[in-house]
């Protein structure tokens, strides 16, 4: 392919960038110059994914970008963006403190980029097995990355993630081949039936036993990648044993991937009268992952485990707002998946840089964070704030949107689920809340934390991702709007 070819078309030029940084920062030998070197590959994929909503290229068999998938691809190299800057930071201390070897800092790096590139081509790929091929690549890469401290914990984390994911996305597999049998009378054989720019328009066609079978699969498998309960349990290991930075973007990007894998399906679904609704499933898991989590909180003694079961608390009210579909439900759902995705990940932001200062994961051991670290303590009180849905947050907005249209089409519903909220909402006060106010630890006293560079890189991220999510939750974007708009029609 030649530089023209590859400069005219941004999509793949996003997709180069981070597939040839990661061969590169594989035999790059100073690990402080592939830090800085992951930023600035980081933030040209970014500026190049901007790119796309000026000029959308033509679609072809393997990739396309449309409403929905152009600004999940914004949103993801955005916060890959943000989480290399914080990872700067964050290696330079395990560097300093002999956690990670200059091998395994030159690994980290690479790997990196690598799952970015995995996440980006599961989001613009137009070939339901080139999707697929991605998510398990991205699985591959974070079990890499979940291991890293090559501790007992690290390797059964990842050893747990591997097997469970590695099944759940081999139902997927056989979910997408389901789907390319019904499709195959009316396509043809070859990438006909696999595209999902030819599929939508046909579904109709598609033999509705097979999809009705099909989605089941799909819905496990990939709900397990979503971190759905009750497939939900390799999320909190891989979270608490892995670098903080990775916890940040799997939760904040490679659950929506998942998800958004699972919606491509359901509108293929949704569009053939004759299948079964596949709502009232998507529905059922997200409650069922809602109340687990709520309750799953209360006990958490971790601080890195009790932010993985609220990503499966949040995981769980985005599948029940798009179970619920409709354009306001839909709507809701885009937001939601937004802002947590902002949220949750600056949230870890913090986690890391608490973890790293005070040399511990347990909440027992850290208390009156306000008071010991201001600009830390209070970046993750009003995150943390927002997670939990408090006004005038974006996640509160969101979460009232999904009330408010389960409460106008099933107001049976809208029991359980604000029932599933309130509980989540008192878990994290009640663990929360001497963590951040009260009187510091001894060892805490005296200890200010990170100055200058280092500080920066570890809570200007965490600053800018809070200031978003409350500015989106007072004021959104035109734009913005109308694009969750355009979306939330086309999810049906």
Not at 241 to 264: H, Q
Not at 268 to 287: C, S, W
Not at 376 to 389: E, R
Not at 402 to 415: D, N
């Amino acid at each position: 392919m030649s530089l023209d070819a590859l400069f005219a078309n941004p999509l793949l030029l996003i997709l180069a960038i981070p597939l040839a940084s990661a061969g590169f920062l594989a035999v790059l030998p100073s690990w402080r110059l592939a830090s800085w070197l992951n930023i600035v590959v980081s933030g040209t994929t970014f500026a190049a994914s901007l790119t796309l909503f000026a000029h959308r290229p033509a679609p072809t068999r393997l990739l396309f970008i449309d409403d929905f998938n152009v600004y999940l691809v914004a949103l993801t190299t955005f916060v890959g963006f943000t989480t290399a800057i914080f990872s700067a930071g964050y290696i330079a201390r395990e560097s300093a403190a002999a956690r990670l070897s200059d091998l395994h800092l030159r690994f980290y790096h690479s790997m990196y980029q690598a799952f970015l590139f995995t996440m980006l081509l599961a989001l613009s790929a137009n070939n339901t097995g080139v999707m697929w091929v991605a998510v398990e690549a991205a699985t591959l890469t974070t079990v890499l990355m979940v291991s890293l401290y090559r501790t007992r914990e690290a390797i059964e984390a990842a050893w747990k993630y591997f097997i469970l994911c590695s099944v759940g996305i081999g139902l997927a597999l056989f979910g997408t081949t389901l789907v390319y049998l019904a499709a195959q009378p009316v396509m043809g054989d070859g990438a006909d039936a696999m595209a999902w720019t030819l599929l939508i328009g046909q579904a109709a066609k598609f033999q509705p036993d097979l999809l009705n079978l099909a989605f089941v699969f799909l819905l496990v498998g990939y709900g397990t990648k979503v971190g759905l309960a009750p497939l939900h349990a390799w999320l909190p290991d891989a979270h608490a044993e892995g670098p903080t930075p990775i916890s940040a973007v799997l939760s904040g990007l490679l659950l929506n991937v998942a998800l958004y894998a699972l919606l491509r399906f359901k509108m293929l679904i949704a569009a053939n009268p004759d299948t079964l609704a596949p709502g009232p499933l998507m529905v059922l898991m997200g409650l069922s992952s809602l109340f687990l989590s709520g309750f799953m909180l209360m006990r958490r003694g971790d601080i890195k485990r009790l932010f993985a079961y609220s990503s499966i608390e949040h995981m769980g009210v985005m599948t029940f707002a798009f179970g619920m579909g409709g354009p306001l439900a839909n709507f809701a759902g885009l937001l939601h998946m937004t802002m947590h995705s902002l949220t949750k990940s600056g949230i870890f932001f913090a986690v890391g840089a608490i973890t790293q200062n005070l040399g511990t994961k347990r909440l027992n051991e850290i208390t009156g964070l306000t008071v010991s670290h201001p600009a830390l303590g209070w970046g993750l009180a009003v995150a943390v704030l927002a997670i939990a849905g408090m006004p005038p947050m974006g996640v509160f907005m969101s979460e009232f949107l999904v009330v408010s249209s389960t409460f106008a089409r099933q107001p049976l519903l809208a029991v359980p689920l604000i029932v599933g909220l309130l509980i989540a909402f008192a878990a994290l006060a009640t663990r929360l809340t001497g963590m951040l106010f009260g009187e510091p630890q001894p060892a805490q006293r005296g200890h200010g934390g990170r100055t200058g560079l280092s500080s920066w890189l570890a809570y200007g991220p965490l600053w800018l991702h809070v200031t978003m999510v409350v500015v989106a939750g007072l004021y959104l974007p035109a734009p913005l709007v109308q694009w969750f708009e355009t979306v939330a029609k086309m999810l049906g």
